[in-house]
Nanobody, 122 residues
Framework: QVQLAESGGGLVQPGGSLRLSCAASGSIVSIWGMGWYRQAPGNQRELVAV???????VYADSVKGRFTITRDNAKNTVYLQMNSLKPEDTAVYYC????????????????WGQGTQVTVSS
């Protein structure tokens, strides 16, 4: 079984920074994509940023230039550095591991973390 453990959320003032981490644990052969999604009250879950195994990244337009996603493939860990935070960034942030390959298992699977709250408020 694969588990995703998120950390780093909290309360920050507008203009501040936070760094989210997400570590995937379990018997994992490889993970194609790792990313962050967020969901604010009353809204659908939306993509924030994703990074694939080779290092290519995709960002939501709303966070380009402010957020940076990185990953450590050896540790199966993904990070999201969030700078210049705005109140509209307030949401529960979810980690996602996409197309996960497991030993002796046919097919690829997706996994989600439990979510970590990010609140941007003065």
């Amino acid at each position: 079984q694969v588990q995703l453990a998120e950390s780093g959320g909290g309360l920050v003032q507008p203009g501040g920074s936070l760094r989210l981490s997400c570590a995937a644990s379990g018997s994992i052969v490889s993970i194609w994509g790792m990313g962050w999604y967020r969901q604010a009250p009353g809204n659908q879950r939306e993509l924030v940023a994703v990074i694939i195994h080779g290092g290519s990244t995709v960002y939501a337009d709303s966070v380009k230039g402010r957020f940076t996603i990185t990953r450590d493939n050896a540790k199966n860990t993904v990070y999201l550095q969030m700078n210049s935070l705005k109140p509209e960034d307030t949401a529960v942030y979810y980690c996602n591991a996409n197309r996960v390959s497991l030993p002796a298992t046919i097919g690829l699977r997706d996994y989600w973390g439990q979510g970590t709250q990010v609140t941007v408020s003065s």
